[in-house]
């Protein structure tokens, strides 16, 4: 596993940190008026870190929007992103993101927005911030990635690998197997390369492996009018309401 160079910054960054300010304060307002903030919201602050260099361009696949692209030469099992929730275990240099458990009071809460009449500002931030979010296993027991309860959380995070397309035998990252896991203490949220990458070529996951077939999930974002993943299987993703928070802030 060798990292690679830290990735450069990518333009619209401090609008996405502005953005992300107001929605993680909108949505506690939002959650502290309906009582429901201790219940619902665990918003737990994590570290993120891309490790390699990428370009964020239009996708090869027709109709995906942008993609991520690699900018060097990787190989096969490099850690490429990685996520760790316990401040001791996470670099200074590894960026804010977050973590929400995606456990019965968030199923609960999520089910109250989608069937609620109540439509306000701070909910419309909510949903911005539920279009950006995706859902991956986490660790969020000790933060350490040896976590085993393969618990599920919304991963918050405003990175480029936001942008990583679905594809399936083109797919060349995945999160680790629990072996790398626990030998290099890696997050089960993290992506690691499954095939050798050259520099120039689109990073593509699975999106089975980690969202998206959550049939609940996927109610919930349809009766929402969000964006959301269906017929995988069948290879193509029909492009519905796109509400991503970059397309508001351009
Ligand atoms: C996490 S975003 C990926 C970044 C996105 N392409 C963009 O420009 O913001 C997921 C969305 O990208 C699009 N997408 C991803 N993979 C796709 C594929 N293989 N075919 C068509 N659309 C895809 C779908 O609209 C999907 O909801």
Not at 66 to 94: H, M, P, Q, R, Y
Request: glycine residues 6%; aromatic residues 10%; negative net charge.
């Amino acid at each position: 596993m060798s990292p690679v160079d830290l990735r450069q910054g990518f333009g619209m960054r401090r609008l996405s940190w502005t953005a992300l300010l107001v929605v993680i304060g909108g949505t506690s307002l939002y959650l502290w008026s309906w009582d429901l903030e201790r219940d619902v919201t665990d918003f737990i602050r994590c570290r993120c870190k891309l490790f390699i260099s990428a370009d964020i361009k239009v996708s090869r696949i027709p109709g995906a929007g942008k993609g991520v692209f690699a900018k060097e030469n990787i190989s096969a099992g490099t850690l490429l992103w990685d996520i760790k929730c316990d401040a001791i275990l996470a670099e200074d240099d590894w960026e804010s993101c977050w973590m929400m458990p995606y456990d019965d009071k968030a199923k609960k809460f999520l089910y109250s927005l989608a069937f609620s009449v109540r439509k306000t500002l701070a909910s419309d931030i909510l949903l911005q911030l539920l279009s950006t979010a995706y859902l991956s296993e986490c660790d969020v027991v000790d933060g350490s990635g040896k976590d085993t309860k393969k618990m599920q959380c919304f991963v918050i995070s405003f990175d480029a690998f936001n942008y990583i397309n679905h594809g399936k035998e083109d797919a060349n990252v995945a999160c680790p197997s629990d072996a790398m896991r626990f030998q290099h203490h890696v997050s089960a949220a993290a992506l690691v390369a499954i095939k050798n990458i050259t520099a120039g070529d689109e990073i593509l996951q699975n999106y089975q492996d980690y969202h998206e077939t959550d049939p609940f999930l996927n109610s919930i974002k349809r009766k929402l009018g969000l964006d959301f993943e269906v017929d995988l299987n069948g290879g193509s993703i029909p492009n519905l309401l796109r509400t991503r928070l970059d397309d508001k802030i351009k």
